[in-house]
């Protein structure tokens, strides 16, 4: 099982350049609206033909510019979750997984027999009588699922398949999807503009900007180690600020006007251009005398601390976002700090005078 | 003095077959126009279609006769190699009705098309179902109401059509004499009561065939 992928296309603002091989295993493709993500599947899919370049799927290829291969969608095999779905809406959903099962060559009793296992499998036996906007979300999207299934794809794509969803429901049928996925024991990229659902769903995260693959990797590492501004911000790092390299262990973070030292351990990339770190991974500094745990590390308290005035509180269900601005009054970006209401609790609901920006936690991005 | 029954037999039967004729040409030429990628030859197309809806047409008969008159190369083609007279003919109600009404098909049925969600298409190549499937088992059924009503007012349009059809087909009784030319040569002769006589039955066709249509589409619909 293996796809690759190296292609361009000219797009209106931009360029896409995608290149790019995986095996099997689930692929996150993580990127802003409009980078080029959901372009880059059609073209997979044959939907779209790119301008030049090759994809190849399993020794199969599915498209050369250079030896004018351009497999239709038909041929390619290549199951596609479209992100509302596109399920037959003058058919039932019975009829929908029947489509998908038009171009199999099979015999009507195993055709039946295939539809019977798929709406069990997919828990829309009920359903299979109704028209798809008689049904959820949800069930709309196990249709769609079913639907796919049935054509035997040898790879799937799964473009914002959780987007139009309410939000309680995506969890659920998150891990459903999981198991579907791993049932079918093939190759599946999904594009997402969501943090959450490439972390709990993908092995592999690829981030786009631009048309381009920016990083690609194991999907922990990327998000420990994002090393560009854009993976940062999509992996959900709040704080970012502007950095220059001011020594072997120091480094200026302009925007937040603080000098970082870092451990001797630490490689600084002397093209370094910012700095972030993750709103929960900023530590207060309650006052001296009350945090008495911190007492016998006061030398190492002393580095990469801000002195801070809070600027707005904002509160959400189960945790705070203390909006704070470094004291110095210097045009500063302010910084997140993201705590959770217990902890917050904990010191008292008292506004920290003076945080820490631990070392280690500091992203170093270019 | 009894009605002359000819013209209503006259119109039914152009209208019949022209409407037959003009639901495939002008879905073949949507979906033709529908599927072209160069943008440029879509507004050409499209402008040509279109072409007899906004020209008179007694300028479209003109060109009709141009083409099809007896001693044009096509029209002397067709009589001396298949015997077939198209001027003057009943053939040229029919031809004159399905130019006439072609842009009103054509235009609806595109409309229609377009309005179809491209990814509900494009799953279905992804599924692996032929293009022909695609376009009869999905996009037909999913523009039915749009390409119908389309179809009613190519309809209503080819049994109404008159300056085209005086043209190429002219006014011949029992042969190419249609409703409306009826009632124009039964006014012409002063006939006022016999005219009223074909709006009526006019008036009470088209109704029907409208009415009967929608009720069609509204319930494929729902």
């Known amino acids: 099982m293996a796809l ?71 041929k390619r095999k290549v199951g596609y979750l479209f992100q509302n779905y596109a399920l037959f809406p003058h058919m039932t959903v019975k009829q929908n997984i029947e489509a998908g099962l038009a171009a199999s060559g099979k015999s009507k009793q195993e055709k039946k027999e295939i539809v019977e296992r798929l709406l069990e499998q997919f828990h829309i036996k009920e359903l299979e009588n109704s028209y798809p906007v008689r049904i959820s979300g949800g069930q709309q999207q196990r249709a769609a699922l079913a639907r796919m299934m049935a054509a035997e794809p040898k790879f799937l ?44 769903m993908c092995s592999d995260t690829v981030i786009m ?49 603080i000098k970082l030292t870092f451990p001797e351990q630490t490689e600084i990339p002397s093209n370094l251009t910012h700095v972030g770190i993750r709103a929960h991974e900023i530590h207060p500094i309650v006052s001296k005398d009350t945090n008495l745990k911190d007492m016998d590390s006061n030398e190492s308290i002393k580095l990469n601390t801000m002195d801070c005035q809070l600027e707005r509180i904002s509160e959400a269900p189960f945790e705070m976002y203390l909006i704070l601005q470094n004291k110095s009054g210097k045009n500063t970006s302010p910084l997140w700090w993201k705590v959770t209401k217990k902890e917050w609790q904990e010191i008292g609901e008292k506004v920290p005078e003076t945080v820490e920006l631990p070392a280690e936690h500091i992203i170093l991005l270019k | 003095m009894t009605m002359d029954l000819s013209p209503i037999i006259i119109s039914l039967k152009t209208a019949t077959l022209s409407i037959i004729i003009t639901f495939f040409l002008g879905v073949a030429a949507a979906q ?79 409309g229609a098309f377009e309005q179809v969600n491209p990814d509900v298409l494009s799953a279905g190549r992804t599924l692996g ?47 190419t004499r249609t409703l409306p030319l009826a009632v124009y040569s039964a006014v012409a002769s002063g006939k006022m009561d016999d005219a009223g006589q074909y709006v009526v039955i006019l008036v009470g066709i088209s109704f029907i065939v409208v009415v009967c249509m929608n009720y069609f589409s509204m319930e494929k619909k729902g």
């Open chain 1, 4 to 74: 690759s992928v190296h292609i361009k296309k000219k797009l209106k603002d931009f360029e896409l350049a995608v290149d790019f091989d995986m095996d099997e295993g689930i692929v996150g493709f993580l990127g802003s609206s409009g980078c080029g993500k959901s372009m880059t599947l059609k073209c997979i899919a044959g939907i779209e033909t790119p301008d030049e370049g090759r994809i190849v799927l399993d020794d199969e290829v599915l498209f050369d510019k250079k030896s004018g291969i351009n497999l239709s969608p038909q």
């Open chain 1, 209 to 257: 900007h631009q048309g381009m693959i920016e990083t690609l990797g194991k999907t922990k590492e990327i998000f420990d180690n994002p090393g560009t501004v854009n993976a940062a911000r999509l992996t959900g790092c709040k704080n970012i600020s502007r950095a220059t390299k001011t020594g072997t262990h120091e480094v200026y973070a302009s925007d937040w006007d």
């Open chain 2, 32 to 110: 033709f126009v529908f599927r072209l990628k160069s943008k440029t030859m879509k507004t050409i197309l499209d402008g040509l279609f279109t072409l007899p809806l906004v020209l008179p047409p007694t300028v479209a008969g003109f060109f009709l006769l141009y083409i099809f008159g007896m001693r044009r190369p096509i029209g002397k083609f067709l009589i001396e190699y298949f015997a077939v007279k198209i001027a003057f003919s009943w053939g040229a109600t029919v031809l004159a009705a399905v130019v006439i009404s072609f842009p009103l098909m054509y235009r609806s049925a595109r």
């Open chain 1, 157 to 200: 794509l799964l473009d914002e398949p959780f987007s139009a969803l309410d939000a309680y429901l995506k969890e659920k049928l998150m891990q459903e999807m999981m198991t579907y996925l791993n049932q079918f024991k093939k190759g599946v990229i999904m594009v997402s503009h969501s943090r959450d659902e490439v972390y709990q």
């Open chain 2, 129 to 175: 179902m032929s293009e022909w499937n695609i376009f009869w088992k999905v996009q037909m059924p999913i523009a039915w109401p749009g390409v119908i009503s389309g179809a009613v007012l190519a309809f209503a349009r080819g049994l109404g059509e008159f300056g085209a059809t005086a043209m190429i087909a002219g006014n011949i009784r029992g042969k």
